[in-house]
């Protein structure tokens, strides 16, 4: 018996998964500026001008193969749970250092590897990173909560900047829970009602 032949419709998403796996593989590994559109198309065997009737440029390539980053960046638990104390914020917050400093999904390293040097992905980054603070503002007491709240998440994204992208020595071969025991008491006094 012979193999049965996919449909159509069905070979052209398996193509379009694959060019967009090697575009996010890509982007994560070289940011935007370096990633081209041959260079996608050699790694997921397809021809460059398939990629190109496919995506039509190179932007919006980058736009598809982040988008579930985008989506996604919100889905850490971070912000969420109105009106825990800040013992519980703090300790959700911790707990995602794992996966900061673990092993992170190619499109989140795509997105924050092109977006010093992206609008895209500086937009993205901000949208995300907006809602984030929104939520973890909600949970934080005094006027100045988005404020403490934006401090919050640059330390968390300078953590896993430093980690993923720099690759500091100091941050990579120590364990999570290490971190979040030296961070815990900024974050504590961050949160807490009065940082006067």
Do not use: C, W
């Not at 070289?30 to 559109?37: C, D, F, L, P, S």
């Not at 460059?48 to 932007?59: E, N, R, T």
């Not at 690759?167 to 807490?192: C, F, K, M, N, Q």
């Amino acid at each position: 018996m012979g193999e049965r032949v996919l449909p159509r419709a069905e070979r052209r998403r398996r193509t379009e998964r694959r060019i967009l796996d090697a575009a996010r593989a890509l982007f994560a590994e070289v940011g935007y500026e370096r990633a081209t559109i041959r260079a996608v198309a050699r790694s997921a065997e397809v021809d460059p001008a398939l990629v190109m009737q496919y995506f039509g440029s190179k932007q919006e390539l980058f736009q598809q193969s982040v988008r579930g980053a985008a989506a996604s960046g919100t889905d850490e638990g971070e912000g969420e749970g109105q009106g825990e104390g800040a013992e519980g914020l703090v300790e959700r917050l911790l707990g995602t250092l794992g996966v900061k400093l673990g092993e992170m999904p190619q499109g989140s390293l795509a997105m924050m590897r092109s977006m010093l040097t992206h609008p895209e992905a500086a937009a993205s980054a901000r949208q995300v990173l907006g809602a984030q603070i929104d939520r973890l503002a909600e949970s934080i007491p005094g006027e100045d909560a988005r404020l403490r709240a934006a401090l919050i998440m640059t330390v968390m994204v300078g953590v896993t900047v430093g980690n993923q992208l720099l690759e500091l020595d100091e941050l990579r071969g120590v364990p999570p829970e290490e971190i979040a025991r030296l961070l815990r008491p900024s974050l504590r006094a961050l949160t807490g009602p009065d940082v006067s």
